[in-house]
């Protein structure tokens, strides 16, 4: 009996830690993607103050009404943005 009482005490133990792990892997994404907005809305905020909001940050070309339609927050032109996806690989 008290065998199988500290099994069931280390079955639980395993899952509470389990589960915390995942909450706390969820929360850290969260804020990451909190951030990533926040941080992009900051700089489109910024790029509007400055008059250089649809001009691309790179190359300085306008990023077109289309892609910013579709990508309000975009800082760069097409070409440039998969230059730069390119890189982060
Ligand atoms: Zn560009």
Do not use: W
Not at 4 to 10: A, C, F, N, P, S
Not at 13 to 23: H, K, P, T
Not at 62 to 71: A, P, Q, Y
């Amino acid at each position: 009996m008290s065998r199988e009482q500290i099994v069931d005490d280390q079955v639980q133990d395993s899952g509470d830690q389990a589960q915390s792990v995942v909450m706390e892997s969820l929360r850290n994404s969260l804020q990451d993607a909190e951030y990533e907005e926040y941080d992009r809305l900051v700089k489109a905020l910024a790029a509007i103050d400055a008059g250089t909001y649809g001009v691309c940050a790179d190359c300085g070309a306008s990023i077109g009404e289309k892609r910013l339609k579709h990508f309000p927050n975009a800082s760069r032109c097409i070409a440039c943005q998969e230059a730069f996806e390119a890189r982060k690989q």
